[in-house]
């Protein structure tokens, strides 16, 4: 068994609403609510869920782009929730990020080779040589043809630019990436390029993956464990085959379903999930997705403590007694 | 086989840009049976809003403008018709769904007053039947507390109430064809399901023809009959749903349908891939583009290949290099149990 490289323990992160003409606070969005993970070395954890669910928060949050409000990270047996900016720097080095709108997240203003150059410059890595040789074999790696360096990030197409972007995360040779809906922004055929290099680099540098996705057709292809993620909370993890094969939490059922299959003969009666995904500033007291489906148990679950709990080998589900079977729910609270 | 609603022959639609004319839309045509939802599929910048925008004449103009081809929606050239006939047809017998509902509904103004405003504007009813048709509109798509939602502005609903606010409004005025442009691409997964249901259950009850555009291959076969695939401003495949999903023909459909990553099948260490990108449009070459695309040097690129029929009701532009009999990407089979 190999050791967790990330090991996130009941992570909450608030952000607090003011309002009013003294703004003060008024209550808070919990954008992640008591969140454990762990992702292993060369491991890839995918993390699903709709829009507003949080896993983006997450995501920012091992990075401590947003700070955390209670609950512990650790990278590599470190404790990282507390470091300072100038402590955060070896582990920033080591933990990479990879945003959803290359367009966005790339300067339009620096060419491609000052994009890359630029985290080697911050972290004093080589001389001008070579950090030239590192970033033109950058570029090799994430299949841009030599001559990209000194052209801007508008002269891409979206997906040679996610390749950019891919390629500056991978500048100072990180352990783990966190990608945050690298593919989404990206046409199907585009799509299915980059996704294929992201396996490829992992199988070359050993690299762990956070993917963060909404679209489960992609998490499952590129993940080892899937987490699911409903309003600030994880309602299930598994292998990424059990998830698919027996879903156990009804969120993870319902978007499973949801989901179009490209295959006309298999018209499948979706299961319809009424309403949304409700507003983390004002969340349901009990059991978030019971309350959605009008659950007729909704009201045992106003106030109550929900665990996680092993149901088969490194299947884990909320016990959550609206969404989940009345065996597991047993065998998860007794 | 059923009557045409709408019949488009050989459009052209062209923007003007620093490099001189372009043609985002390349002799396209097509056409959409009463009663039947067809899906225009393809990449973005493929053309395919483009097409739908030309139909309704809403091109940004004057910088878009239709050159070649007619439009004929029930039998009339809408490239003919007067300004003022058009309207009556853009809204009222032709509805349309936009992708991003913030972005169509006015901000400022209040559900009720915007529905309102869409009914009377090609309906003679008075203020008060506009209201109470709003009403049941609302209702109809399945908004819960219509009332109260009459008076609420945009932003204070969800994405997905917004979404059917738009539907309420197309609707409206009872069209004969509703132009849905991505209409679920903005929405969550569970919510696209709510809305996709809904615009069907609305097609059959009102025997409404659709045009469904998207970019999403698990639409397209869970909610159309007929597929238009679309490729750098021409089309590339028409066919009936069941028999593009079965048998495509053109390299570029069976290259798309072999790159979606799919939950009913086992994960692949890798996936089929498309090489390349599609050219920039101003570099767009007469002859094939998908040929262009792969860099194929035996491809004539002053040659423009003829649409062939191949079976009844299967189109496909022939080009002798990306229509083969054995099939240059592999489609595979879906596995059966989940």
């Given amino acids: 068994m190999s050791q967790d490289l990330l090991h996130i323990s009941d992570l909450k992160v608030h952000f607090p609403v003011r309002g009013g003409i003294l703004s003060r606070t008024r209550g808070s969005v919990k954008a992640v609510d008591g969140v454990s993970l762990q992702i292993k070395e060369g491991e890839t954890l995918g993390l699903v869920g709709e829009s507003g669910c949080g896993k983006s928060t997450l995501g920012k949050a091992i990075l401590r782009l947003v700070d955390p409000t209670s609950g512990v990270i650790q990278y590599a047996g470190r404790n990282i929730t507390q470091l300072k900016p100038r402590q955060m720097l070896p582990i920033r080095e080591r933990v990479q990020m990879v945003f959803q709108d290359p367009s966005e997240s790339l300067d339009p203003r620096m060419s491609v080779g000052e994009l890359l150059m630029e985290p080697l410059v911050i972290y004093g890595k080589g001389n001008a040589v070579e950090r030239k040789q590192w970033v033109a074999a950058l570029l090799d790696r994430v299949g841009l043809p030599a001559k990209s360096i000194d052209k801007f990030p508008h002269e891409f197409s979206g997906g040679q630019r996610q390749r950019v972007g891919i390629a500056r995360a991978l500048a100072l040779n990180p352990k783990l990436i966190v990608l945050d809906e690298p593919v989404s922004a990206l046409d199907v055929s585009v799509q299915s390029q980059v996704l294929n290099l992201l396996r490829e680099l992992q199988v070359e540098l050993g690299l762990s993956y956070l993917f963060i996705a909404h679209d489960l057709a992609v998490v499952k292809h590129l993940s080892d464990r899937v987490a699911v993620m409903y309003l600030g909370k994880i309602v299930e993890t598994a292998h990424a085959q059990d998830l698919y094969k027996d879903p156990r939490h009804a969120y993870t059922k319902a978007l499973i379903d949801s989901i179009p299959v490209p295959d006309p003969t298999q018209k499948r009666e979706s299961v319809i999930v009424p309403g949304e995904v409700p507003s983390p500033l004002n969340p349901p007291a009990g059991s978030a997705f019971g309350h959605r489906m009008n659950h007729p148990k909704y009201e045992e679950t106003i106030g109550m403590e929900m665990m996680m709990g092993e149901i088969a080998p490194d299947h884990f589900v909320v016990a959550d007694p609206c969404c989940v079977s009345e065996e597991d729910y047993k065998a998860i609270v007794f | ?338």
């Avoid at chain 2, 495949?237 to 390299?251: D, K, S």
Wanted: hydrophobic residues 40%; proline residues 7%; aromatic residues 4%.
């Fill in chain 2, 1 to 338: 086989m059923s009557e045409s609603l709408l019949e488009i022959h050989n459009l052209v639609t062209s923007f003007q840009t620093d490099r001189g004319w372009v043609r985002a839309v390349d002799r396209v045509s097509f056409d959409i049976p009463v009663g039947k939802t067809v899906g225009l599929v393809g990449e973005s910048g493929c053309g395919k809003s483009v097409t739908a925008m030309s139909i309704v004449d809403l091109l940004p103009k004057p910088a878009g403008q239709v050159l070649e081809g007619e439009i004929l929606f029930e039998g009339k050239d809408l490239r003919q018709v007067s300004d003022r006939e058009l309207q009556k047809v853009r809204g009222g017998q032709i509805g349309i769904i936009f992708q991003e509902p913030m972005a169509a509904l006015n901000p400022v103004h209040r559900i009720g007053k915007q529905l309102v405003e869409a009914i009377r504007l090609h309906q003679k009813i008075s203020h008060r039947n506009a209201l109470k048709k709003a009403l049941s509109l609302l209702t109809e798509v399945g908004i819960p507390a219509p009332e109260e939602r009459l008076s609420a502005y945009p932003h204070q609903l969800s994405g997905g109430m917004r979404q059917r606010v738009m539907i309420a409004i197309a609707l409206s005025c009872d069209p004969k064809l509703l132009i849905a442009d991505e209409p679920t691409t903005a929405l969550d997964v569970t919510v696209q399901s709510q809305i996709l249901d809904l615009i069907q259950k609305l097609q059959k009850e009102r025997g409404m023809s659709t045009l469904l555009i998207t970019h999403d291959l698990g639409v397209v076969a869970q909610c159309t009959d007929e597929v238009v695939v679309m490729y750098a401003g021409r089309i590339v495949e028409r066919a009936r749903t069941t028999e593009l999903f079965a048998h495509p023909r053109h390299a570029y459909t069976q290259g798309l349908l072999a790159s979606i990553p799919r939950l009913d099948r086992e994960p692949q260490t890798e996936l089929p891939t498309i090489p390349g990108q599609v050219a920039s449009i101003t570099d767009f070459v007469h002859g094939c583009r998908f040929c262009q695309r792969l860099e194929r040097e035996d491809a004539d690129p002053d040659e423009r290949p003829t649409i062939k029929n191949i079976a009844p009701m299967h189109s496909v532009e022939n080009c002798p290099l990306c229509v083969t009999l054995t099939p240059q990407y592999d489609v595979p089979r879906p596995v059966t149990h989940l």
